[in-house]
């Protein structure tokens, strides 16, 4: 059996909190790479949720090219972890897809866990035992990828929702997801007993590798190719491959429809939220009154959008 990795999603662009990232550094920096309390990142905190699972060399952050500065300053205190650049965000089908191969070319038998790095987790001793817990359902299912479901504590609008279906062993089938559903029918979910998608996985890498070639395949056959001429010095056909592939995303265009491989493990106490409005990173991470300062009205467009400053 191979070792354990981990991936670190990095690569999206964080629209949601450009209010807050430019009361704090002057320009929309995506959220994964703010540390809005003094405490971190929310990669770097991302990435020591993973150390307390896999060894730093086995630790590989994805994130695009535009970010690069902001994603080597976030890995500045993990020097043996790797950072993949991808040309630019193009969702995570090619965000998985990219560093999984990298760690198929150097260990084929590895289990993978993969972790969103825009996110936020209250109790990291509840999270390394739900991610231990995955992993020992992966070892037992390995056909399977596991999602870990954060157990909710109340209804809430704006989350993805997974249904879980029959037992097995501690963890169950997924019956269905329900991605952002209404007020109605979250709290029918809730009440219900459904869980909140985390998108935090575990599974072999060989598992995920057919379901990009079942559910993604133009994507898997492009990388693949695109990966070989970049191992032979030519990034610039990974380049030319972002941009004539559509954006994919991971959860609607390859777990949703390989629904028969997939368990998900309820995960208690985590205090998890994905930080996606200023609302939930208030909550997550304290008032943000004191950051968000007077002049934000100058970094609007006529359209009432954020223009990113570059630097």
């Known amino acids: 059996m191979g070792q354990t990795w981990a991936v670190i999603l990095a690569g999206g662009d964080g629209m949601r909190l450009h209010a807050a990232s430019i009361a704090r550094y002057g320009y929309a920096r995506p959220k994964q790479f703010c540390d809005f309390d003094g405490e971190g990142t929310l990669l770097a905190r991302t990435i020591r949720r993973a150390l307390r699972v896999v060894p730093e060399h086995r630790v590989v952050v994805i994130a695009t090219e535009p970010w690069e500065r902001e994603a080597q300053q976030s890995l500045a205190e993990f020097g043996r972890a790797a950072l993949v650049m991808q040309p630019r965000n193009l969702d995570t089908t090619p965000g998985l897809l990219l560093p999984l191969l990298r760690i198929l070319g150097v260990d084929p038998e590895a289990q993978l866990l993969v972790l969103p790095s825009d996110h936020h987790v209250a109790d990291e001793t509840q999270a390394t035992k ?76 060989l598992t995920f590798a057919e379901l990009f070639a079942t559910w993604a395949p133009g994507w898997w056959r492009a990388m693949v190719e695109a990966r070989g001429g970049e191992a032979r010095g030519s990034a610039a056909r990974l380049t030319a491959l972002y941009e004539v592939l559509p954006a994919s995303n991971f959860s609607s265009a ?36 004191a950051q968000l300062g007077p002049g934000l009205a100058d970094w609007r467009t006529a359209s009432g959008r954020f223009v990113p400053a570059r630097h």
């Open 130 to 205: 739900a991610l231990l817990g995955a992993l020992a359902s992966v070892a037992a299912a390995p056909e399977h990828v596991t999602l870990l479901g954060a157990v909710p504590t109340a209804s809430e609008e704006g989350y993805g929702w997974v249904v879980p279906g029959p037992s097995r062993g501690g963890v169950h089938q997924v019956s269905s997801f329900r991605e952002k559903p209404p007020v109605e029918e979250a709290t029918a979910l809730f009440d219900g007993g459904a869980l909140l998608n985390t998108f935090m996985l575990a599974g072999q890498a």
């Open 254 to 289: 390859v777990l949703a429809r390989a629904i028969d491989r997939l368990l998900v493990l309820a995960a208690p106490g985590l205090g998890w939220t994905d930080v996606g409005t200023p609302e939930r990173l208030s909550r997550a991470l304290g008032p943000l009154s």
